[in-house]
């Protein structure tokens, strides 16, 4: 199952993080895809804000990732390989209990569980297209409530 949304500009992306906030269930991992400066900490901020968090929300990209109660959200640009996966503490994330936002998972490919939800963001003009795949049962039910 898949979705594609073309969003004028980061107020509809950030309504759509929300929607997407609003339908999530606990332990999907998501996946986030897309050139630097797309919009992946935006949409994730959305979900956020739909989920009552008022506080800042950070790109992980230094840190590597940034928690917010059972929402992770995770940036592998900056790591070598899947082997540094256990050094980020990322087993304890992938509990069955924390959401995981995981921008770059091709980083760390044979790692990761496989994605429940995988969201390509391209450019699209001024705005974004985001493009969902669902990769799972549970994806596909999140998905539906989305549409």
Not at 84 to 102: I, K, N, P, S, Y
């Amino acid at each position: 199952m898949e979705q594609t949304w073309v969003l004028e500009n980061e107020v509809a992306q950030l309504a759509l993080g929300a929607r997407l906030g609003r339908v999530l269930a606990p332990g999907l991992c998501i996946y986030l895809r897309g050139p630097l400066g797309a919009g992946k900490t935006t949409l994730v901020r959305g979900v956020l804000r739909a989920l009552g968090h008022t506080g800042t929300v950070r790109s992980p990209t230094y840190t590597l990732v940034e928690t917010y109660d059972d929402i992770c959200h995770l940036d592998l640009y900056r790591i070598g390989g899947a082997e540094e996966m256990e050094f980020l503490g990322a087993r304890e994330l992938f509990d069955g209990r924390h959401t995981c936002f995981v921008e770059w998972p091709e980083r760390g490919a044979g790692w990761l569980p496989p994605a429940d939800l995988d969201i390509d963001i391209q450019m699209a003009g001024s705005g974004r297209q985001l493009r969902v795949r669902a990769g799972s049962g549970a994806g596909e039910s999140v998905l539906e409530r989305m549409a």
